[in-house]
C-alpha cells in the first residue's frame, strides 16, 4: 500500500499560469516533506522541503504547502516556466529518533509546461 | 564541489547473473541511500549506510545487498538477476548531521536485464 501518493500522472499548465501538483499521505507518523524535480537521464533534484510544524515554505517561485489535518501536500510553481517541464516527486520521512535518511517517495507527476 | 557520481551510467545483463553499482557520494557526505526507480512505482527505497554500517532497510529481498568503504564510497550488489529487477537505480548522499536534511542524488545506473 503506497504511504505517499500522487494521483496525478500528469499535467498540463500554459506558460506564466500557475502550476499546482497534489501529494497526500497516510501514514501519520511523516513530520518531514520534500519536493524533487526529474529530468530524464538525470537523478532527481531537490526543490524545497517544509517539516510539519510549519504550514507553508516559499522559495522564490515554488511554495509547498502542508495541511496535517488531511495529510495533503501541495507544491506551487507561480509562474510556471517550459523549464519546469520534468516529473515531480512528493517524498516524506517518517519521525524517529535516529537520523536515518529513509525517505518514502510518490510515484511523480509529470508537469508540461505548454510555450 | 562535485557532486554523487554513480558508475556504471547503463548495463546490461541476462537472468541469472549479477552485478555491482559504485556511488561515490559528495565529499563529506557520510549517509549513501540507494534506491530503485521503476515506471508507474516512483523510487522505491533499498537502503542506507552510514559510517560503513547498513543503517536502514527497505523491503527488498536478500538478492539485494549493499556496503559503505571507509571513503564514504558504497556498492549495490544485485545476485541472481531476474528480468524484474530492469530499473534504475539510484544513489543519494546527505550529511546526515541533522534530521532536517536534504539527499543529492546521482544521475543513476540503468540496469536491463534480458
Request: glycine share 6%.
Given at each position: 500500500d503506497q504511504q505517499v501518493k500522487q494521483n496525478s500522472p500528469s499535467l498540463s499548465v500554459q506558460e506564466g499560469r500557475i502550476s499546482i501538483l497534489n501529494c497526500d499521505y497516510t501514514n501519520s507518523m511523516f513530520d518531514y516533506f520534500l519536493w524533487y524535480k526529474k529530468y530524464p537521464a538525470e537523478g532527481p533534484t531537490f526543490l524545497i522541503s517544509i517539516s510539519s510544524i510549519k504550514d507553508k515554505n516559499e522559495d522564490g517561485r515554488f511554495t509547498v504547502f502542508l495541511n496535517k489535518s488531511a495529510k495533503h501536500?501541495?507544491?506551487?510553481?507561480?509562474?510556471?516556466?517550459?523549464?519546469?517541464?520534468?516529473?515531480?516527486?512528493?517524498?516524506?520521512?517518517?519521525?524517529?529518533?535516529?537520523?536515518?535518511?529513509?525517505f518514502v517517495f510518490g510515484p511523480g507527476t509529470r508537469l508540461s509546461v505548454l510555450p | 564541489?562535485?557532486?554523487?557520481?554513480?558508475?556504471?551510467?547503463?548495463?546490461?545483463?541476462t537472468r541469472g547473473q549479477q552485478v555491482t553499482l559504485s556511488c561515490s557520494p559528495i565529499s563529506g557526505h557520510r549517509s549513501v541511500s540507494w534506491y530503485q526507480q521503476t515506471p508507474g512505482q516512483g523510487l522505491q527505497f533499498l537502503f542506507e549506510y552510514f559510517s560503513e554500517t547498513q543503517r536502514n532497510k527497505g523491503n527488498f529481498p536478500g538478492r539485494f545487498s549493499g556496503r559503505q568503504f571507509s571513503n564514504s564510497r558504497s556498492e549495490m550488489n544485485v545476485s541472481t538477476l531476474e528480468l524484474g529487477d530492469s530499473a534504475l537505480y539510484l544513489c543519494a548522499s546527505s550529511l546526515s548531521r541533522g534530521r532536517r536534511e536534504t539527499q543529492y542524488f546521482g544521475p543513476g545506473t540503468r540496469l536491463l536485464v534480458l
Open positions: 501536500l501541495s507544491l506551487h510553481i507561480v509562474p510556471s516556466q517550459p523549464g519546469d517541464s520534468a516529473v515531480y516527486f512528493c517524498a516524506a520521512r517518517e519521525a524517529s529518533d535516529n537520523y536515518g535518511q529513509n | 564541489k562535485a557532486g554523487v557520481t554513480q558508475t556504471p551510467r547503463y548495463l546490461i545483463k
